[in-house]
């Protein structure tokens, strides 16, 4: 298996984060951003987004975080991480889901607004990271976990940038439950630590 990834990038870390839970090996391909080698021809033929993170196994390439996360989930984590009885998977996707839309467009871009890698208008970001962690709050404050009582990919798609929720101008300091599930999902054993 090899994963496409910038050492940087919060959406590859979900992935290595749950190859690292397993303890799955992977060959790690780091990407020359600098060198925009993510828009040559050759990277756009396995991933048309010219993004990371993507993964490459038997001949097969999956972009988008979420997809790696249900590819390695399914492929080794049994049904622990994304189980397969119909509520008990939409339970876990829709948070899968609130990774993708409002903690990528409001804290993932917010954060690159405020670091001055991306244009924009940065209100509409801290209204949708703001809606993010309020729904995050909300669940946490009654659940150690994002959904079915266990860590699931549910977890480990929406940590990484909700972790960095400062850095897009978004403090964690009114989000006491918040800040308790990131320290439950750190003690994890073979979690990884961002590099
Ligand atoms: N929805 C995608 C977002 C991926 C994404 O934004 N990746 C960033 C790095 S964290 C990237 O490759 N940016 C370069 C670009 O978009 O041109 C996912 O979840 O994988």
């Known amino acids: 298996m ?5 050492e940087n990038s919060g959406n590859a870390y979900k992935v290595r984060l749950l190859l690292g839970l397993l303890k799955v090996p992977y060959d790690k391909a780091v990407v020359d951003f600098p060198g925009k080698e993510h828009k040559k021809p050759a990277f756009l033929a396995l991933n ?3 993004q990371v993170p993507t993964l ?24 622990q991480w994304l189980p397969t009885e119909p509520a008990d998977m939409a339970e876990v996707m829709q948070w899968v889901a609130l990774a993708g839309n409002e903690i990528q467009y409001g804290l993932q871009y917010g954060r690159n607004i405020v670091r001055g890698a991306r244009q924009g208008d940065l209100e509409p970001c801290l209204a949708m990271g703001r809606t993010a962690l309020g729904a995050l709050e909300h669940r946490l404050k009654e659940h150690d976990w994002l959904a079915l009582g266990r860590p699931t990919i549910a977890d480990l798609a929406c940590y990484p940038y909700v972790a960095l929720a400062d850095e897009a101008k978004l403090p964690l300091a009114d989000y006491p439950a918040i800040r308790e599930w990131m320290k439950r999902l750190e003690s994890l054993p073979n979690w990884t630590p961002r590099s």
């Open 56 to 79: 490459e196994d038997g001949g097969r390439v999956f972009w988008d975080s979420s997809a790696c996360l249900v590819y390695v989930a399914r492929k080794h984590g049994g049904e």
């Open 48 to 50: 048309p987004r010219g």
């Open 2 to 6: 090899k994963l496409y990834m910038t």
